[in-house]
């Protein structure tokens, strides 16, 4: 019977939740790293055992740990992310010119293919890829160099690089997004690349269409349909059928479209899931009360869902890493929160329960499934 | 961070300095590079601190000698995280 592990990073460590293929009864296992942010672990998708994490702290900077038996152990990998060549600036929050600076890995994204080739999105944004599993990391400085890098503006959040989503067809063909430079794409494996933010219209930005310069909080995809790209941008959900080239809105009739976390059902590529947050300044679900918003048609019409989610006095938030899904037929869904719950949905949204209620604050969930 | 229990033990050739001492705990420990010192500038990180005989050492001269007690074992050579917060 197939089983599931849940990868948790947290503010304060990391956690391994693992259950059979009903999801109903879970084992616990952490804090690994104790007391260090754990901005995300991801899993080889061809090496299960094989497992990456992003380990940080205010005090001892960035480590990155390497686990070869599921999470059991661990060993540091290297930690060295040096901007290649002189590294130049982009541009402050007052719009002076800022050096790069790195400061953290917030997204690490192994390889299809290759357990040892793992790609990692930092603060200030760029693009490393090691590919000896971790022993040394070059950046792909294509992704600054191609032209409005010395533009870019950090995001509340700062000026992260948060999501990497490699084509399952193209494997050359891989798309990423900035807080708050937008979404840019590159074909030939990470040596040159273009923004990909025409449709996007940001209204808190000098030029609403600006060719960068939008806040683009997630970008998700279906293995199946590459082409089809779903985005949660600060304000208004979008959808490009064409890997990029143009965006259309459809937060049809969300609550509030903003938010930060957006991904797709396992087997059916228009199913999408997305959690409402109320903005600017407050960031916690509409009237306290949680509820994942699923739309069966690629956007634009939604179904809300808080079966089994607080309907009062929740005050809570859901980053933009901290949703994924199962590969099991009755697909899983699954995302954590800042107060510290995990939920899990084993019926595609319908009805939720916590895993866990005490963790600390949730960064990142992803979602293993074994054999 | 490096799995180390206990205090650390180095043998250093040479006078006994700050970046001697740091250089050989790296040396011994690659895992550390970049946790005590930034890796490029090889400055301390800001909520690192270095003691040796009660004394803050954090400010000084990193290739100035330390004393006697540190470089004949009797005395550690400490590298603390600061306590931060509030």
């Known amino acids: 019977m197939s089983s599931v592990r849940v990868l948790v990073g947290t503010k304060k460590g990391a956690f391994i939740l693992t259950s059979d293929g009903k999801r109903e009864k879970w084992d616990v296992s952490g804090p690994f790293f104790a007391g260090f942010e754990l901005y995300h672990l991801k899993g080889s998708p061809v090496d299960a055992n094989r497992i990456y994490a992003s380990q940080s702290s205010g005090w001892f900077g960035q480590l990155i740990q390497r686990s070869d038996d599921g999470g059991k152990t661990w060993e540091p990998v290297d930690n060295k992310f040096t901007y290649d060549g002189v590294p130049g600036t982009h541009m402050w929050y007052d719009g002076t010119p800022h050096p790069w600076e790195f400061k953290r890995v917030w997204h690490l994204e192994p390889s299809l293919t290759d357990p040892d080739t793992v790609y990692a999105g930092v603060e200030d944004a760029a693009m490393f890829r090691t590919t000896d599993g971790g022993k040394s990391w070059h950046e792909l400085a294509g992704l600054r160099g191609h032209g409005s890098g010395s533009q870019w503006q950090p995001g509340a959040g700062g000026l992260g690089l948060h999501t990497i989503l490699i084509d399952p067809s193209n494997h050359q063909r891989i798309f990423i997004a900035i807080s708050s430079a937008g979404a840019f794409r590159t074909v030939d494996g990470g040596v040159t690349w273009e923004p990909i933010n025409k449709g996007l219209s940001s209204q808190y930005i000098p030029d609403p269409a600006a060719e960068v310069g939008h806040c683009v909080h997630r970008i998700a995809m279906h293995k199946a349909r590459p082409n089809t790209l779903f985005m949660q941008k600060h304000w208004d959900v979008l959808r490009s059928d064409n890997g990029g080239d143009l965006w259309t809105e459809v937060s049809g009739n969300l609550p509030t479209d903003f938010g930060f976390v957006i991904d797709v059902h396992a087997h059916e590529p228009e199913t999408i899931y997305v959690v409402p947050i109320k903005s600017d300044s407050e960031h916690f679900p509409m009237d306290g009360k949680l509820a994942v918003y699923r739309s069966r048609t690629g956007g634009n019409e939604w179904e809300r869902l808080d079966k089994g989610l607080p309907q009062s006095d929740c005050y809570v938030n859901v980053l933009r890493d901290a949703m994924a899904v199962d590969l099991l037929d009755a697909c899983g869904v699954y995302f954590g929160t800042t107060g510290g719950q995990v939920y899990v949905s084993s019926d595609a949204g319908d009805s939720w329960r916590a895993i866990v209620r005490d963790l600390p604050g949730v960064l990142s969930v992803e979602v293993q499934t074994l054999p | ?86």
């Open chain 2, 1 to 86: 961070m490096g799995k180390i229990a206990g205090e650390v033990h180095l043998e250093i050739e040479g006078a006994v300095t700050q970046r001697s001492v740091l250089d050989a705990l790296e040396s011994r420990y690659p895992m550390l590079r970049g946790t005590i010192r930034d890796h490029v500038t090889l400055q301390r990180r800001p909520f690192v601190r270095f003691f040796a005989c009660m004394e803050d050492l954090s400010h000084e001269p990193l290739d100035a000698l330390l004393p006697e007690a540190v470089a004949s074992g009797t005395e550690p050579y400490l590298v603390v995280g600061a306590v931060a917060g509030g």
